[in-house]
Nanobody
Framework: QVQLVESGGGLVQTGGSLRLSCVGYGSPARVRVMGWDRQAPGKQREPVAFLLTGGRTDYAQSVKDRFTISRDDAENTMYLQMDKLNPEDTAIYYC??????????WGRGTQVTVSS
């Protein structure tokens, strides 16, 4: 069974930065993609930034050039560096892993709040 634990959320002012971390305890047999989703009140959960097959990256247009996804294999950790934050980034951010068997795994989430 996979457990994903996010950390690093908090309250920042517009223009500030946060770095989210996701530590994996166990993992799917074969990871196809990994990344971050977010969900704000009244909105669908949406993909934010993902590491895809072959090391490709995929960013939502709304965060492109502001967020950077990375990973540290030795620490079994994935990161999301978030810069130039704005109130529209306020959401719960979830670590998300998808296996080649199309099993989805999410963490509990970490709250990011950006004040005006």
């Amino acid at each position: 069974q996979v457990q994903l634990v996010e950390s690093g959320g908090g309250l920042v002012q517009t223009g500030g930065s946060l770095r989210l971390s996701c530590v994996g305890y166990g993992s799917p047999a074969r990871v196809r993609v990994m990344g971050w989703d977010r969900q704000a009140p009244g909105k669908q959960r949406e993909p934010v930034a993902f590491l895809l097959t072959g090391g490709r990256t995929d960013y939502a247009q709304s965060v492109k050039d502001r967020f950077t996804i990375s990973r540290d294999d030795a620490e079994n950790t994935m990161y999301l560096q978030m810069d130039k934050l704005n109130p529209e980034d306020t959401a719960i951010y979830y670590c998300h892993v998808i296996s080649y068997d199309n099993m989805n795994f999410w963490g509990r989430g970490t709250q990011v709040t950006v004040s005006s």
